[in-house]
């Protein structure tokens, strides 16, 4: 058994990066690195970074500044050691030019690569004065033949990674670059990974990828499986109550999937389905490889199929060239579909996208102005939909404690954060039936109906 060490991760941007980081602690648990929630007299710091806006990237910047005062404590009696990697888009975007500002890194590895983090660690701890690492290659499909069959145990609702990278470029896009080109891992493998998470103790799952729907994995008889056919597969494990996946492109909602929501009960309701814009010119000058109608129409079958069915979105804001009538079809969209959630930025211009090189770009106070009008657009949709669900009842996962003592927190089927009082910890990974009493604008408050429920059709449906 090998000696304890103190493993501290930061974890920025999406819900890749988060299945990332698990991924990392899986690889460096058998080494004896145990995660900690302070960076301070840690043996091992990792920030696992994120590249996609420029305010992202800067913050890793900001947050050595903290490490190296730890390292420097750690370090102060010329025995102990603290290595400091640097993992994630940023690293893979740019690597040399960080460890050229930040002499304390010692290791920097990109997306790809943190299957070999027992060889980067065994060589940073033989290194005698300074042997930096930089492994920065693109091999995905290496990457999960090498990780650990084994998953840790997660929460009641966890992430699974299905695909990887992009290959649809868009113009303002870092994550073909970041994270490479599209890849799709075995059917097999992703069932294999569900049934080890459901047997220690996860309800939910999420299926990850930057493209999620363009996943086409190599079925166990030969031929791919699509994403609508995976999530068959995946809907026949006992005990996996809820099944959702994110994030998808438009252009690639086809029939097998637009069927699987017709069909799964437990295929949650709610679909992230990122537009980024309204306006024909702005989505071409994107390269989204879609306009608004194509959008309109896929959402419009993706309704048919499940009337109940809620919507979230991206959107950019200012990108270079937007006009002011370009902005307002965005909003017409926006007002036309109706969204429950979304994230909305304003455009950041990233080195080496194409877009960046635009001209007319839109200046800063005319993208603000526009974000602001935007996000006061979707709030109130969002807080219409919560108003809308006062009185009716939810299945409800509980997950986690809330604020208040006496208090759980779980997700609705719409990805609303619900909370409710006076239920035994014993409720926790329980699906609860509640009414909903309380709505406030990005959470629900309610009260039991019934005892816990296993999963059930009335699930999808709000009462
Ligand atoms: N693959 C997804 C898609 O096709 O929409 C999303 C990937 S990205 C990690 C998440 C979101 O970040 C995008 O949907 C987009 O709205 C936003 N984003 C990406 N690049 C951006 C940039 N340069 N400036 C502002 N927002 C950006
Ligand atoms: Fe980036 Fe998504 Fe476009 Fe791929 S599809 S380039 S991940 S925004």
Request: negative net charge; glycine residues 8%; contains cysteine.
């Amino acid at each position: 058994m090998s000696v304890t060490k103190k493993l501290f991760v930061k974890t920025y941007g999406c819900q890749m990066n988060v299945y990332d980081s698990q991924r990392m602690q899986d690889v460096l648990a058998p080494l004896g690195y145990q995660p900690v929630d302070d960076a301070a007299g840690a043996d091992m710091v990792i920030l696992n970074t994120c590249h996609i806006r420029e305010k992202a990237a800067e913050k890793v910047f900001s947050d050595l500044g903290r490490i190296r005062k730890h390292k420097k404590a750690k370090e102060a009696n010329g025995t102990d050691k603290m290595i400091v990697a640097v993992a994630g888009c940023v690293a893979q975007a740019e690597g040399a030019e960080l460890m050229r500002r930040e002499p304390m890194v010692d290791m920097v590895f990109g997306p790809q690569t943190y299957h070999r983090l027992p060889e980067m660690v065994a060589r940073a701890n033989r290194a005698i004065g300074r042997d930096r690492i930089i492994d920065t290659d693109f091999p995905a499909e290496e990457k999960f033949d090498h990780l650990p069959q084994q998953v840790s145990r997660q929460g009641y609702s966890a992430f699974l990674a299905i695909q990887e990278g992009c290959d649809k470029f868009c113009t303002f896009c870092v994550v073909p670059y970041t994270r490479g080109a599209e890849y799709s891992r075995s059917g097999m493998d992703v069932v294999n990974e569900a049934r080890q998470l459901v047997g220690k103790g996860t309800r939910e799952i999420t299926l990850l990828g930057q493209n999620v729907n363009a996943y086409h994995g190599e079925a166990p008889n030969g031929g791919e499986w699509t994403l609508g056919r995976l999530l068959r597969e995946l809907s026949e494990i006992d005990g996996l109550d809820r099944i959702r996946y994110t994030t998808s492109h438009p252009r690639d909602v086809d029939d097998d999937l637009i069927a699987a929501h017709r069909d799964l009960p437990k295929l949650m309701p709610f679909l992230h389905l990122p537009v980024q814009a309204g306006s024909d010119r702005v989505l071409q000058a994107m390269n989204r490889k879609h306009d608004g109608a194509f959008y309109r129409e896929i959402v419009a079958k993706l309704k048919d199929a499940c009337p109940d069915l809620a919507l979230s979105s991206d959107f950019i804001v200012g990108f270079p060239g937007e006009s002011d009538k370009d902005f307002e079809d965005t909003m017409q969209m926006v007002r036309d579909i109706t969204f429950i959630q979304a994230f909305s930025f304003k455009y950041s211009p990233r080195p080496g996208t194409p877009a960046s090189a635009m001209e007319l770009q839109v200046p800063e106070p005319v993208k603000t102005e526009r974000i602001m009008r935007l996000q006061a657009l979707l709030a109130e949709q969002q807080l219409e939909f919560n108003r809308n669900c006062l009185g009716k009842e939810m299945d409800v996962l509980l997950e986690r404690y809330g604020k208040l003592e006496g208090q759980l927190v779980g997700k609705s089927p719409y990805m609303q954060p619900v909370h409710v009082s006076g239920l035994p910890e014993s409720a926790l990974g329980q699906i609860v039936r509640l009414k909903i009493t309380e709505a406030l604008p990005n959470s629900l408050g309610g009260e039991l109906v019934d005892a816990p429920v296993q999963n059930r059709d009335s699930e999808r449906k709000i009462a």
